[in-house]
Antibody, heavy 114, light 112 residues
Framework: EVQLVESGGGLVQPGGSLRLSCAASGLTLSDHYMDWVRQAPGKGLEWVGRSRDKANSYTTDYAASVKGRFTISRDDSKNSLYLQMNSLKTEDTAVYYC?????WGQGTLVTVSS | DIVMTQTPLSLSVTPGQPASISCKSSQSLLNSAGKTFLYWFLQRPGQPPQLLIYEVSNRFSGVPDRFSGSGSETDFTLKISRVEAEDVGVYYCLQGVQIPLTFGGGTNVEIK
C-alpha cells in the first residue's frame, strides 16, 4: 500500500522560511512525477509545483504564485520529497499535500502570521 | 493558464437519486498522443482528496461503479447513478495536460 506522509508545517512569520517533507512508502519515489498541492482554509485546491521523475532528471515546474520562492527537491536515499518555502506570505497559509494523483498524504498545515 | 469551470457550485441530492457535475475547460485537454488528461477527485470532510476518475472515464481502483465520467476536448461530466450517504463532499475536476495544472472550483454535494 502506498503511503505519503507530510511533515514540517507550523506557524511562521511573514518573510520566514519553512521546509516541508513528504516521506513515501510502498513506492519508489524516483520512478514517479510528484506534485505539491495546497488548500487554503475553506478554499479549493491549488497546484503548487511538480518534480518529474529520475528519468526526466527531476526537472521542476512551479505555479506563478510561488515561483522564485519555493523549491522542490528529493532525497532518493530517504525516498522523500521536499518543499522549501522562502519569503513566506500570509496568502501561503494552507494545508500542503504531496501527491502523485492516485495517492495523497494527509497534509501538513502551514500558517503564516505575525 | 487553462481555466476549469465547474457547475453547479453545490448540489443537494436525495439518496438513491442521480447526480451530475459539469466541468468545462478553456482549452482542449487532448494531447498530441491522443490522451485527454481530465481527472475527478472527491474530498470528503476533513480528508485529503481521493482520485475517482482518470483520463475522463477510467474509474480508479476501488471506486464504485455508480461513478462514471464522460466527455471530450473541453466538456466533461461526472455522474453518480445513485447517490449514497458516503458520497458527501466536494468534487473537483483537474486538468493535467498543461502546466500549471489547474483545478475546478469544486462542487459541494450534500444529502437531502
Amino acid at each position: 500500500e502506498v503511503q505519503l506522509v507530510e511533515s514540517g508545517g507550523g506557524l511562521v512569520q511573514p518573510g520566514g522560511s519553512l521546509r516541508l517533507s513528504c516521506a513515501a512508502s510502498g513506492l519508489t519515489l524516483s520512478d514517479h512525477y510528484m506534485d505539491w498541492v495546497r488548500q487554503a482554509p475553506g478554499k479549493g485546491l491549488e497546484w503548487v509545483g511538480r518534480s518529474r521523475d529520475k528519468a526526466n532528471s527531476y526537472t521542476t515546474d512551479y505555479a506563478a504564485s510561488v515561483k522564485g520562492r519555493f523549491t522542490i527537491s528529493r532525497d532518493d536515499s530517504k525516498n522523500s520529497l521536499y518543499l522549501q518555502m522562502n519569503s513566506l506570505k500570509t496568502e501561503d497559509t494552507a494545508v500542503y499535500y504531496c501527491t502523485r494523483r492516485t495517492s495523497w498524504g494527509q497534509g501538513t498545515l502551514v500558517t503564516v502570521s505575525s | 493558464d487553462i481555466v476549469m469551470t465547474q457547475t453547479p457550485l453545490s448540489l443537494s441530492v436525495t439518496p438513491g437519486q442521480p447526480a451530475s457535475i459539469s466541468c468545462k475547460s478553456s482549452q482542449s485537454l487532448l494531447n498530441s498522443a491522443g490522451k485527454t488528461f481530465l481527472y475527478w477527485f472527491l474530498q470528503r470532510p476533513g480528508q485529503p482528496p481521493q482520485l475517482l476518475i482518470y483520463e475522463v472515464s477510467n474509474r480508479f481502483s476501488g471506486v464504485p461503479d455508480r461513478f462514471s465520467g464522460s466527455g471530450s476536448e473541453t466538456d466533461f461530466t461526472l455522474k453518480i447513478s445513485r447517490v449514497e450517504a458516503e458520497d458527501v463532499g466536494v468534487y473537483y475536476c483537474l486538468q493535467g495536460v498543461q502546466i500549471p495544472l489547474t483545478f475546478g472550483g469544486g462542487t459541494n454535494v450534500e444529502i437531502k
